[in-house]
């Protein structure tokens, strides 16, 4: 049995071990710590194993399809936003082709936003302002910057026939290609 002073030099020591772990004598703000468990919420053990209050990292750009344009209020953190002052919301962030002012492709989509399904026919200043065809998909069709009315217009990839099996006179020409339903009209294999 344990007398009454050997209890109270026990008590002791381990209350000191107990506030000797978490307390630094020299300032009274500051707590020890061995890992995070150590330390109290909002705080993590920082490599000189002191308590340090954890702050939040960037805020970051909530851009799901990773077109550049984001959501929310948060969308002021994606880099349009900060560097080119494009801040409008994306509206369809599942779809990388969907965003303000997107090159209009024809998909039978809104890519651009503007409340019309495939409407190529969108202003531009030269050809990187109209959107690309997929040649898989669209094999002989090229979209183009009409200089004169400064409109995105596709048509056949060439105006020139190939192959014996070629009809007379050439079907090939620079008409303007109409999209419907999501496809242009399918461009003959002696045009492409």
Known sequence: ??????????????????????????DPQKFSCDDKDDCE????CNTSNTCEVETPGPAKC???????YGVGPDRVNCDL???????????DDTDPFIFPNAPEECDGKDNDSDGNIDNIGTPCNSANDCAAVDPTANPGVVILCNPTSKICEAT?????CFGADAPDPCPCNSSV?????GAFPEVPAFCQ
Do not use: W
Not at 41 to 44: E, K, L, M, P, V
């Open 62 to 68: 909530p851009d799901a399809d990773g077109d550049k």
């Open 156 to 160: 056949m990839r060439t105006t020139i």
């Open 177 to 181: 290609l109409n999209c419907t339903d």
């Open 1 to 26: 049995m344990m007398n009454h002073k050997a209890s109270f030099l026990l008590f002791f020591a381990f209350s000191a071990v107990a506030c000797s772990i978490g307390f630094n004598i020299d």
């Open 81 to 91: 936003c900060k560097t080119q002052s494009k801040c409008e919301e994306d509206p």
């Open 41 to 44: 919420s909002g705080y993590f």
